[in-house]
């Protein structure tokens, strides 16, 4: 069965330093690969997603990037972090394009001080 | 451009009673919808979909939801709720071709005991 894994589960960093977030999935090949982030008002707000190596769509300008350095690993950047990146980041897989559901993984909870 | 509305932002129900979470959307085509479901501080959780066919899809854990296409709605229902069914609830909706999915702004049910 497929599982998909996040670490850390919850940082605390400065403002101006630098994050990085993982996320890798086990037990499928080529998924496509999103993340999201959970603002205190509960919204889901779709941050980047990634239909293959090295192929990053972002869907926000902002402070972040993304990356996608192996088949089932996506990563969350950003040089400089800003209070307003504050929030639950949630990773998610789906099989490809015309597979319909996502799924999501355990979450990170990031607080910028 | 599509979108998703759940207009109550918490329902609140007595165990054994039933319940209705509401959700409309508006997309172009054919939509495919679907519910989750977030516990505190956890990844969101895939409960059922609506792709084509019975306008009535049964899910996880006794959840249930009517596609009602003239009044472009995709309620969540359950017979009889439990108190462990409290939870944040999304509805989502993607346009195919498309990988990506929107979010409503959930809607938390509360079960008292």
């Known amino acids: 069965s497929q599982t998909i894994h996040q670490w850390p589960a919850t940082l605390v960093q400065p403002v101006g330093s630098p994050l990085s977030l993982e996320c890798t999935v086990e037990?499928?090949?080529?998924?496509?690969l999103y993340w999201y982030r959970q603002a205190a008002g509960r919204g889901l707000q779709l941050l980047f997603y990634?239909?293959?190596?090295?192929?990053i769509s972002s869907e926000v300008p902002q402070n972040l990037s993304a990356s996608r350095p192996q088949d089932r690993q996506f990563i969350l950047s950003s040089k400089k972090l800003l209070l307003s990146d504050s929030g639950f980041y949630l990773c998610?897989?789906?099989?490809?394009?015309?597979?319909?559901?996502?799924?999501f993984g355990p979450g990170t909870r990031l607080t910028v001080t | 451009a599509q979108s998703v509305a759940q207009p109550e932002d918490q329902v609140n129900v007595a165990e054994g009673n039933p319940l209705t979470v509401k959700c409309t959307y508006s997309?172009?085509?054919?939509?495919?919808l679907f519910w989750y479901v977030q516990y505190p501080n956890r990844g969101l959780q895939f409960l059922l979909k609506?792709?084509?066919?019975?306008?009535l899809v049964k899910g996880s854990y006794g959840f249930e939801a009517e596609f009602n296409k003239s009044q472009t709605s995709f309620h969540l229902k359950k017979p009889s709720a439990l108190v462990s069914d409290s939870a944040l609830y999304f509805c989502?909706?993607?346009?195919?071709?498309?990988?990506?999915?929107?979010f409503g702004k959930g809607t938390m049910l509360l079960v008292s005991p």
């Open positions: 990634s239909v293959g190596i090295g192929q």
């Open positions: 997309v172009s085509g054919n939509p495919y």
């Open positions: 609506y792709i084509t066919g019975d306008n």
């Open positions: 037990g499928t090949s080529n998924p496509n």
């Open positions: 989502a909706v993607r346009a195919p071709p498309y990988s990506t999915l929107t």
């Open positions: 998610a897989w789906s099989v490809s394009r015309t597979m319909i559901e996502q799924y």
